[in-house]
């Protein structure tokens, strides 16, 4: 067992069987004219977990360890989105509307890719998801049984809707959840200081959090 300095106290971890989960780094969430700002928010506001979501990627790709992404998207007929996610917001731009990254939250679309920094590697695990957790109508938890994963480090965008809304699940399924607190980002910083509170609080009712420094210098 490999150990990190974490709060609410350190995490040992087998590196084996240890996978790194990267929520919702598209285009649509961190770019101006996809979903995020079409939802009113400052895109701005995502970018500062790039840098280290990067490190994390270059460590546990160094080590061979499994990395798998997350994208929110939609099946082009929208048949996999309810009524109640494509009627929410309200603002002049919906899930399907065209943008200048193309139809807003479809799969396939310039606008649904992850970010290039980000951009995932041959032969690691892609999953897209309709809803925010990454476990709802997805081959996710078919896919961590066969990697043999008990073990989750997270990054990610937005750390209280699909980051949290996936932790939180994954924590129920039995897996040993970690959040990487620069790794992970919302439009809205009290959010995401609350959702590191409110994880690690109850010696940890949700999991650890712990810097990409720590996370990258236990992979060393
Ligand atoms: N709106 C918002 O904060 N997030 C999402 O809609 N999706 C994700 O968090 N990926």
């Known amino acids: 067992m490999l150990t990190i300095p974490a709060l609410p106290y350190p995490f040992p971890f087998p590196l084996a069987r240890t996978a790194l989960i990267v929520i919702d780094m598209q285009r649509d969430f961190l770019e101006p004219g996809g979903f995020g700002e079409a939802l009113g928010n400052d895109v701005t506001q995502l970018r500062p977990s790039v840098a280290p979501t990067r490190a994390l990627l270059d460590a546990f790709r160094a080590r061979g360890l499994p990395v798998i992404h997350t994208k929110e998207v939609h099946r082009p007929d929208l048949s996999d989105c309810p009524p109640s996610k494509l009627n929410r917001g309200g603002g002049p731009l919906r899930i399907g509307d065209p943008g200048p990254m193309g139809r807003i939250l479809v799969a396939g679309e310039p606008g649904s890719d992850i970010i290039p920094e980000l951009a995932p590697l041959a032969g690691e695990i892609v999953i897209e998801k309709p809803g925010k957790g990454a476990f709802y109508a997805t081959p996710l938890a078919d896919a961590l049984a066969e990697l043999g994963t008990s073990h989750l480090i997270f990054a990610g965008v937005t750390t209280e ?18 959040l990487v607190e620069d790794a992970t980002d919302s439009y809205f910083p009290a959010f995401k200081a609350a959702t590191l509170a409110m994880i690690r609080a109850q010696g940890g009712i949700v999991g650890w959090t712990a810097p990409s420094a720590a996370v990258v210098a236990a992979l060393e």
Do not use: K
């Open 161 to 178: 809707v699909c980051v949290q809304t996936t932790m939180r699940e994954a924590n129920d399924r039995g897996f040993e959840c970690l």
